[in-house]
Structure formats: structure tokens, C-alpha cells
């Protein structure tokens, strides 16, 4: 009998729990025992493995967050780390790995497959910036939950006639900073792929508020060089020029705890199984992800090496719509 265990690292993504159980039961499938590991790397490191059975995944599909727990750790980007990650995983006779996680995630990946041992990763962040995947798990639910935020935001903005700044996380990838304010109808959007002139948007408030808009919404991404913070010095330098009377809004880790939606649980649903049936395959050093609406597997050495573009075009359009 195989036995195969599954982590989830980085920062938590809503589908997270979708993916784990779909592990779990599509190992069980197999006749596999499989093991979740508590916290990340960290765990790994430190031994805290769990057997996971049918029904210690039930009812966690609708749940954010991750049932595993999730860690950044540092130790496991040291060769050392790695080693101690792999005599735990040899102890215990475990065949392969499942790494749930983003980028600096799926780098650990990579380095443990270097290594010799079998890993698979699921392409799982809510800031969208991992090649393998268009769209990664938690992106649409983080993205919800942001749009909703900036939805109210605009009904108490218009009350008052108010700009409201609002940064989204993203780290330094402008994806959900350019979705949510398209999506979102801003005013204007701030993303660290493209330069930032803060006259400019100062001029673009103005001239909205001279229009008799009654207000105004500046989606900013938390990695700009000129991110909330930035911004609304520079506004509060600006004032008598701006028209509205300016807010701030930092929606942080509120769009990390989301309820996932449909897409994020079919999203984890799909790459879960998918990721244990590559492994069936006797194929790993890959990561599952979402290409032109089909699942499939990317080789980690590519992934990790990779920049993902973010299309500038949108940024051009979310401009022509703030009219
Ligand atoms: P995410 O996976 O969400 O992008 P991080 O970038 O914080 O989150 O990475 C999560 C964890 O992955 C790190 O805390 C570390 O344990 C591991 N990791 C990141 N980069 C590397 C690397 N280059 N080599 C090995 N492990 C890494
Ligand atoms: O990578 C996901 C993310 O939410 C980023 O958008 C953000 O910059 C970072 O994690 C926050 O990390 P932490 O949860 O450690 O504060």
C-alpha cells in the first residue's frame, strides 16, 4: 500500500479545504493511506504528521482557510531544513507529497523534487502571480470579497461625496487590485507593474468630482509604489485640489477568510484530484493548474523559473471606462 501525505503553505487561500479532502478521497480511491501535515514546511520539519481518513475531511469543503494550518518557514529554504523535512517523510515510509501554496511554495516544491522525492503541487494563492495556472485557487473568492467591500464602500463614499482609497493585498502582483477595480467601476487603479503618477490621478479626481460624480474609488495594490499610504499623503498635500473629501480603506487579510464559492471549490476539487491521479501516474515534479480551462500539469523546474504577465490592456480599458 502507498502512502502519500498533503500540506497547505504560504498564506491561506479560500479552496484550500476543497483540495485537501479531494486528496484525501481520490488517494483513499487508490487503496492509499494518506497523512496531512500540520503547518507547512514547519511541520514537515518538525514531524507533526496526521492520518486523514474519509470522514476526518467531511464537511470541510465549505470552510476557508486551511483544516491543515498553514506556516511560512524559513528553515525550510536552508538544505538542512529540507533534509530534516525529508528523514521525517522517509520515517514514516511516505512515497509522495502534495504542497498546497503559491510561488515561494511551490519553490520549496521544486527544491524537495531536486532533492529525489516526489512532490506534486497545486497552484494555490490568492495573489494570481504563479505561472502553471491563468487562475490560481482563491483568487475568485479574495476577489469577491473585495468587490463586495468596495460595493459598500461606494454607498457610504456617494453619501458623503467622498474618494475612497482602497488597498488590496496582492504583494507584487497588481492582479487583484486591476480585477476588483474593473470590476469594482474605479475611478483609477494603482498597480506596481505600471507607473504611477500621483498628479496624474489627482487630476483624474478633479475632473470626476467637476463632472458631478458624487464619488470617486482608487483601487490601489498593496506592492505600488505609491500604496495606500503613499497615496493618501500625497492627497492630503493635495488637498483643496482633489474636490472630494478623501478615505482609507485597507481591506488586509479580510480577503484572505472568504467562504469559497463555487469556482474555488470545484477549483480545489479538480486540482486535488487531478494532483493524486498524476501521482497514480507515477508522475510528480509537476504542478496542477488551470490552463485555457483545462487542468493540467506544468514541471515545477518551469514554473519556478517563470514571470506571469498581467495583461496592461485592462488597465487601458478600466481608464477608458472611468468616465
Ligand atoms: P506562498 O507560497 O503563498 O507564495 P511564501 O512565499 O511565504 O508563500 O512561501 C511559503 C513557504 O515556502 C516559505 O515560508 C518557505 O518555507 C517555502 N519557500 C519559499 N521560498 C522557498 C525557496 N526558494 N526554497 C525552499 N522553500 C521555499
Ligand atoms: O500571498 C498571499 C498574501 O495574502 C499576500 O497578498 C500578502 O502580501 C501576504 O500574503 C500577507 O502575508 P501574511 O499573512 O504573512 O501577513
Known amino acids: 500500500m502507498k502512502r502519500i501525505a498533503v500540506l497547505t503553505s504560504g498564506g491561506d487561500a479560500a479552496g484550500m479545504n476543497a483540495a485537501i479532502r479531494a486528496v484525501v478521497r481520490t488517494g483513499l480511491h487508490y487503496g492509499w493511506e494518506v497523512f496531512g501535515v500540520k503547518h507547512g514546511y514547519a511541520g514537515l520539519i518538525a514531524g507533526d504528521f496526521v492520518a486523514l481518513g474519509a470522514r476526518d475531511v ?3 469543503i465549505q470552510h476557508g482557510g486551511t483544516k491543515l494550518g498553514s506556516a511560512r518557514c524559513e528553515e525550510f529554504k536552508t538544505q538542512l531544513g529540507r533534509l530534516r523535512a525529508l528523514r521525517q517523510l522517509n520515517e514514516r515510509e511516505i512515497g509522495a507529497l502534495v ?5 515561494g511554495s511551490q519553490a520549496g516544491s521544486h527544491a524537495l523534487s531536486q532533492m ?8 494555490s494563492t490568492i495573489d494570481n502571480d504563479l505561472c502553471g495556472s491563468e487562475i490560481t485557487l482563491g483568487v475568485d473568492t479574495a476577489l469577491n470579497v473585495a468587490l463586495e467591500a468596495i460595493d459598500r464602500l461606494k454607498v457610504t463614499a456617494s453619501s458623503h461625496e467622498r474618494a475612497f482609497v482602497v488597498e488590496v493585498m496582492g504583494r507584487d502582483c497588481g492582479y487583484l487590485a486591476l480585477m476588483a477595480g474593473i470590476a469594482g467601476g474605479a475611478e483609477a487603479i494603482v498597480i506596481p507593474e505600471a507607473e504611477t503618477d500621483p498628479e496624474q490621478i489627482t487630476t483624474e479626481l478633479r475632473a470626476a468630482y467637476e463632472r458631478g460624480k458624487s464619488h470617486a474609488i482608487v483601487v490601489v495594490a498593496e506592492g505600488a509604489r505609491y500604496n495606500a499610504d503613499r497615496l493618501a499623503q500625497y492627497f492630503a498635500e ?4 482633489l474636490g472630494f473629501d478623501l478615505r482609507v ?7 484572505r477568510g472568504g467562504t469559497p464559492g463555487l469556482f474555488d471549490r470545484m477549483l480545489g476539487t479538480r486540482l486535488g484530484a487531478a494532483a493524486t491521479e498524476y501521482l497514480a501516474r507515477g508522475e510528480h515534479g509537476i504542478l496542477i493548474g488551470l490552463l485555457r480551462d483545462e487542468i493540467v500539469a506544468t514541471p ?3 514554473v519556478v523559473a517563470g514571470k506571469k504577465p498581467l495583461d496592461l490592456r485592462l488597465l487601458e480599458l478600466a481608464r477608458v471606462l472611468a468616465k
Do not use: C
Open 58 to 60: 467531511s464537511g470541510i
Open 249 to 255: 480603506t485597507k481591506l488586509g487579510h479580510v480577503q
Open 300 to 302: 515545477l523546474a518551469e
Open 116 to 123: 529525489g522525492f516526489p512532490v506534486v503541487g497545486i497552484a
Open 99 to 103: 504542497v498546497i501554496g503559491g510561488d
Open 238 to 241: 493635495h488637498r483643496e485640489r
